[in-house]
C-alpha cells in the first residue's frame, strides 16, 4: 500500500499522527467501539467483463463516559475490485483518470495502464473529531473536526444524539446510487447537506428535546473535481441547524452560507419532518444545497424527497419521490437538471423479528423528457442478526433487452444495525 500523490512531509505527518495516536493509548481510561461499520458490493456485466464494485466505511469511537469523545473514519471504495485487486493496485490518494489514447490500434500495454489507472481501491481518510461535553459545567458541548463531518436532515443524527430507532429514508448512498452523481463514484446523496472540511461545531444541550448547533469550517478545496462545475475554491462556511424530536415527530432545519476568497456568496436552506401515526409515517426532505447569491433561482437549484409509509401487519409499502438538485455540497452536476426517481417498495416480514424480503420497482426519469425512461424491478431482502443488519438484491432492467448479459446487476451488504 503506497502513499500515492503524497510530498515527504505529508508523509512524514501521517507516519507522525499513527505514531503519536498509538503512542498515548495506553493513556486513555476510554472506550473503544465501532458505532458504525458498512461494507457493500455491486455486480454486473459491462462490455463482456464481470466488473465487482465495493464499498468499505467504518468509524472507531473512543469516549471517556460522557464527557469527551473521539471519532476516526475511513472509507475504501474501488470502481472495479476484481481489477484492483489483480494489479494490487492499493492507494491512499486516487490518480487522475487516464487520458484515453485516440487511436485504433491500442496494445496491450496502454490498455494495462489505463486499467491501472482507472481500476484503484483508495483507502481514505474521511473524518477526525474530537468532542468535549458540559465544557465548565454548562450546557454545552463543542467538537472541533477534520474531514466529512455531519450530513444535514439525513436523519442520522437523531439515532446517535437521542437513541431514536433509524427512520432515515433508505434511498440514499450505494444502494441506490453505485454510479454515484453524473457519474463520479464518490459522491452520492445523503441528505441535503454535508458539513466537509475543517472546523468546530458547537451545540446547546440545555434541553433533552430540541437541540441548536452552530457550525464554523473552511471547506476542502474542490478543485480536484471539475474546477468548471463548482462554486469557490477554499470557501468558508457557517451553519446553523436545528433537530427536535416528540413521540410523533422528529423535525430538522438548517441554513447556511460560504464565501469564496472573491467573497461571492452561496446560501443554503432545509428541512426534514419525519411524522408517525398508527400503521402510518411520513418522510419529508426539501430545501436547497446551494444557490450563488445573484443568480436566477429555480426548482433546479431544490432537492425534494418525498416518501408516505404504509404498515400493515407484516406488509410494508414505502413510495418514493425524489427531484435531484443541480447543486450538492458545491459541486455543480449538469447532467442532474430535471432528473427525478420514482420507487415502490414492498416488504414483508418484520425487522424487529430479524427478517423480511419483498420486492421494489422504479425507475430515473427526466422531467424535461430531455432522455429516455430507465425501469427496473429488484427482488430483494434483509437479515438482522449479532448486531448486524445483512441487506441483499437483485436489480433487473427489462429495457435492456437489447443487450441481455447487462440486464441484471446484484448487491449485497452489510451494516451495524441501528
Sequence with gaps: MRLEG??????????????????LWPAFTAELSVPRLEMASRGWVNDGDFVLSSVLSADLALSG?????????????????GQAIMYRNFSFSQLPPATPVDS???????????????????????????????????????????????DFCAGDEFVSRFGLSSFGTEF?????????????????????????????????????????????????????IDPANIFGGNLYSGDLRLLFHHDWLRLEAFGGFSLNTDFDASIRAGIMAHLVGPGVEFFFQGGFPGWKVGEKFSID?????????????????????????????H????????????????????????????????????????????????PMGTFISSGLRWDAKIRIKPLKYDTPEEMVDFFIGVRTAL
Excluded at 433533552?208 to 471547506?219: F, H, R, S, T
Excluded at 427531484?323 to 450538492?328: I, K, Q, S
Excluded at 426519469?365 to 430507465?374: C, M, P, V
Design 6 to 23: 503524497r510530498t515527504p512531509y505529508k508523509k512524514a505527518l501521517v507516519i507522525a499522527f499513527i505514531l503519536f495516536f498509538l503512542a
Design 331 to 378: 459541486v455543480v452536476t449538469p447532467d442532474e437538471k430535471g432528473k427525478a426517481n420514482i420507487n415502490v417498495k414492498f416488504l414483508f416480514g418484520n425487522l424487529n423479528s430479524g427478517i423480511a424480503g419483498g420486492i421494489e420497482t422504479g425507475g430515473e426519469l427526466k422531467i424535461d423528457g430531455s432522455e429516455g425512461f430507465d425501469f427496473h424491478i429488484s
Design 172 to 224: 440514499r448512498g450505494f444502494y441506490y446510487f453505485p454510479e454515484g452523481i453524473g457519474g463520479n463514484m464518490s459522491r452520492r446523496y445523503n441528505g441535503i447537506h454535508g458539513v466537509r472540511g475543517t472546523g468546530f461545531s458547537f451545540a446547546l444541550t440545555k434541553w433533552d428535546k430540541i437541540v441548536p448547533m452552530l457550525y464554523l469550517y473552511q471547506n476542502f478545496p474542490s478543485d480536484f
Design 104 to 150: 485504433d490500434d491500442y496494445n496491450d500495454l496502454v490498455d494495462q495502464i489505463n486499467n491501472r489507472l482507472n481500476n484503484q481501491a483508495v483507502l481514505g481518510f474521511r473524518i477526525a473529531r474530537a468532542t468535549i461535553r458540559n465544557l465548565f459545567s454548562l450546557p454545552l458541548e463543542i467538537s472541533y473536526f477534520v474531514g466529512s463531518g455531519d
Design 301 to 329: 437549484n431544490m432537492f425534494f424527497l418525498i416518501e408516505p409509509r404504509l404498515t400493515l401487519g407484516i406488509f410494508n409499502m414505502h413510495l418514493t419521490f425524489f427531484y435531484h438538485p443541480v447543486e450538492y455540497i
Design 65 to 81: 463516559g460522557y464527557k469527551y469523545s473521539f471519532l476516526l473514519g475511513f472509507s475504501l471504495e474501488a470502481p472495479d475490485l
